[in-house]
């Protein structure tokens, strides 16, 4: 792995790159910072990076991508000269291929093994500021699950609960906001099922949350993730739900396991 900084509208923003068939890697979600959504699909194996036009699917351990311009709904299929793969929880997929999908400009400059990106500044604003600063309400629910479900853990711990909470609502799997998110009850069989203890029993209601956690809420909205895209995570010793145990786990952070 290499650390380097891809500078983007002429800002340098960090990121790890492992080199395949002489092609840069980079995290599937180190692409949110672009103006996208990047979510799991577990039926589909693939990590799945989405701009307001593009969608691409990138299976895990294959050499091919599929993508679907403008919700046309009519995949296709680009041959790719690399493999996406998993490395330490992350979804590895090529840089300069998925940046130029989605429409950007990449230029690769061999003297300094440096790569720059050029996409529409009003695009990366509106992004960051949908990201940073979420509805009042939906932060206000996310400080107060965020303290419910880790006040006793470690800030890395606060922040993974956070990222969690936030990688589902990028997903197509879950509900698309924040606050919907932490309240969706499931109902199956007649048996409705609550997706975090905390507002089951009543507990997200009456605390009020740290200042490591609301740092932690802050920087997870800002697109730091701990977890390697985890949407689901559990105390071992507190449940034995058999779903959530069978999802694939990306990380152990003090009492949580965080699992796709």
Request: glycine share 6%; proline share 4%.
């Amino acid at each position: 792995m290499i650390q380097r900084t891809i500078v983007v509208n002429d800002s340098p923003i960090p990121a790890t790159i492992i080199i395949r068939n002489n092609l840069q890697m980079v995290p599937a979600v180190w692409f949110r910072q672009l103006s996208t959504k990047v979510s799991w699909s577990e039926q589909y194996r693939s990590a799945v990076v989405r701009s307001k036009l593009t969608v691409i699917g990138f299976p895990e351990g294959e050499s091919y991508a599929d993508y679907d311009l403008e919700g046309s709904n009519q995949w296709r299929r680009d041959e790719l000269n690399t493999t996406s793969f998993i490395h330490e929880g992350s979804m590895y997929v090529p840089l300069a291929y998925t940046a130029r999908k989605l429409g950007m400009q990449v230029t690769y400059h061999a003297d300094t093994k440096n790569t720059s990106i050029k996409l529409h500044t009003s695009a990366i604003t509106a992004a960051a500021r949908q990201s940073v600063s979420p509805g009042k309400d939906d932060l206000h629910w996310l400080y107060q699950i965020t303290e419910a479900e880790a006040g006793g853990e470690s800030y890395k711990g606060k922040l993974a609960v956070a990222a969690t909470i936030l990688n589902r609502v990028e997903s197509r799997d879950w509900p698309n906001g924040i606050k919907e998110a932490i309240f969706q009850v499931a109902i199956f069989n007649g048996v409705s099922y609550y997706q975090y203890s905390p507002v089951l029993d009543n507990r997200i209601y009456d605390l009020t949350p740290s200042k490591d956690t609301i740092k932690a809420v802050q920087a997870a909205l800002k697109g730091e993730d701990p977890t390697n895209g985890a949407v689901v995570f559990y105390n071992p010793g507190k449940t034995d739900n058999k779903w959530v145990r069978s999802r694939k786990v990306t990380v152990v952070i003090g009492d949580h396991v965080f699992a796709r």
